[in-house]
C-alpha cells in the first residue's frame, strides 16, 4: 500500500517514519473553520477535509490512486467545555496555558483514512494533567516560541515535558495523530494489518 501524509506537521511526519512507514506528504489548503462545538466531530470533520483535499488535488494532477490511502489528521485540546487550538498570538498562548495550570484536561485527535473508494473517520481521547505552572514558567515557554503552532499551546514531547504530571490514553495521539486508532481503522477499512 502507497501512503500519503496529508499535513504540513514535523511531529506527525517523524511518528510515521519510527514506525517505519514508506510515505509521500502532499498538503492541500483546507478551510478549517467550522461552527461544530464537539471536539470529537470537529476533528473529525477536519481529518476528513484535510483528507478529501489531498485526495482531490491528486486526482486533479492525474495520478493513480490505486494501492494509495490518504491519511489526515486534526488535534485539539478540550478544556472547560471549550476547544483550544492554535493560539493567535502570546497572549492567546498564556491564558490557554494558564487554563491547562494543575488540571486534567482532554487532548483529541481526529484521524481520516481515505483510499480511492473507501473513507473512514475516527477520534481518540487522552486526558492530561499538568502540573501548575508560575507566571515565570509561563513566560519562559513562550519565550521558546514552542508553543505557537500547537493545539492547548503546548508540546507534549518539548519543554512542555516539565510540567506533564501524567496522561491516561495514547501518548502519540497528544504528539498529534493517534497510532493505535489509526491501525485499528485502517484493519477495519482494508482487512490487513496497517504494517
Known sequence: MNFILA??????REILQNLGVRFEVVTADTDESS???DPC??????????G??????LEAE?????????????????????????PRDAEDAARMLRMLSGRE???????ALIGK???GVSHDVTRVKFAPLTERQIAFYLQSGEPFDKAGAYAIQGLASMWIEGIRGCYFNVVGLPVHRMC???SELFGEEFL
Do not use: M, N, Q
Not at 466531530?41 to 484535510?50: C, D, F, I, N, T
Open 35 to 37: 461552527t461544530l462545538t
Open 105 to 111: 484536561h482532554e487532548v483529541i485527535s481526529g484521524i
Open 52 to 57: 478529501l483535499a489531498v485526495l482531490e488535488r
Open 41 to 50: 466531530a470537529l476533528v473529525e470533520e477536519l481529518s476528513r477535509r484535510k
Open 62 to 86: 492525474g495520478r493513480d490512486l490505486t494501492d494509495t490511502v490518504v491519511i489526515a489528521s486534526d488535534t485539539v485540546v478540550s478544556a472547560d467545555g471549550g476547544i483550544l487550538g492554535k
Open 7 to 12: 499535513s504540513k506537521s514535523p511531529r506527525r
Open 117 to 119: 473508494d473507501t473513507l
Open 184 to 186: 485499528t481503522l485502517y
